[in-house]
């Protein structure tokens, strides 16, 4: 008895069937070649993490004509670790327990989630502001450095300058949200206003988050940058110093 494809061998065939190449499918969705490529290796570790690998992988499943939410479920059943399914709800015990202990779980159901809640909105609004401060609030740099440059990762100094400055201009068209991992450091998780520029200097890696892909006009050393999707598509785009030029317009 023949044994199914793995999902990333069926998503490989099903974009092949299409007559599509990774570049090809890599512009359609809005990606990065080397997110494509890392789905047909199978290696979903690889993609951001969170809702954005989900949405990913749907939107890859549905331009070459497979079934985004079962070759979801494939992958989260072959990366448990790596795409987990949403938790199941809990079966129900089937013994009462006594008033006194009703009483107290009950009491407990309002108490915790009540704290719970509390400790995460202070948590989430010291971590905004302290992201809003990284991005927003930058020391003064030292001479060599221009001041409207954020390098990736951070504010600290390299201790190696790298061959070729890279530098992405960020212009917003319109109010969104939007994320920014550097080399796998966020530097950036707010909303972003309309007519806001943000230019980041590119080391290794850079990975555009967001909820409204139009919104989000760039440029790469100058040079204009291609679209990364229509109004109100997930943006979800990696941009590597081994390919940033090809995200930039060809004339």
């Known amino acids: 008895m023949q044994r199914p494809l793995d999902p990333a061998t069926r998503l490989k065939q099903a974009r092949e069937a299409k007559g599509l190449s990774c570049r090809q499918l890599a512009e359609i969705t809005k990606l990065s070649v080397r997110t494509i490529e890392s789905l047909e290796r199978d290696c979903v570790s690889a993609l951001p993490e969170g809702i954005y690998r989900r949405a990913i992988v749907k939107a890859v499943a549905r331009e070459v004509g497979l079934d985004p939410e079962q070759l979801l479920r494939e992958f989260s059943a072959a990366h448990p670790d790596d795409l987990p399914a949403p938790a199941s709800a809990a079966v129900a015990s089937t013994h009462e327990p006594s008033r006194s202990l009703q009483a107290i779980l009950a009491l407990a159901g309002v108490v915790f989630p009540l704290l719970a809640g509390i400790a995460y909105f202070a948590w989430s609004s010291s971590r905004a502001d302290a992201v809003s401060a990284v991005v927003e609030a930058a020391p003064m740099p030292a001479p060599a450095r221009s001041a409207e440059v954020l390098p990736a990762g951070g504010f600290a100094d390299a201790t ?53 892909a139009s919104a989000v006009q760039f440029s790469i050393n100058g040079q204009a940058g291609r679209l990364l999707g229509a109004p109100g598509e997930v943006l979800s785009v990696r941009i590597g110093r081994d390919d940033y030029e090809d995200f930039l317009v060809r004339y």
Do not use: K
């Open 160 to 212: 190696v300058a790298l061959p070729r400055p890279v530098v992405v201009t960020l212009t917003m068209s319109s109010r969104c949200q939007l994320r920014i991992v550097a080399d796998g450091r966020e530097v950036l998780g707010r909303t972003v206003a309309q007519g806001e520029t943000l230019r980041i200097e590119l080391g290794e890696e850079l990975w555009l988050l967001g909820d409204n």
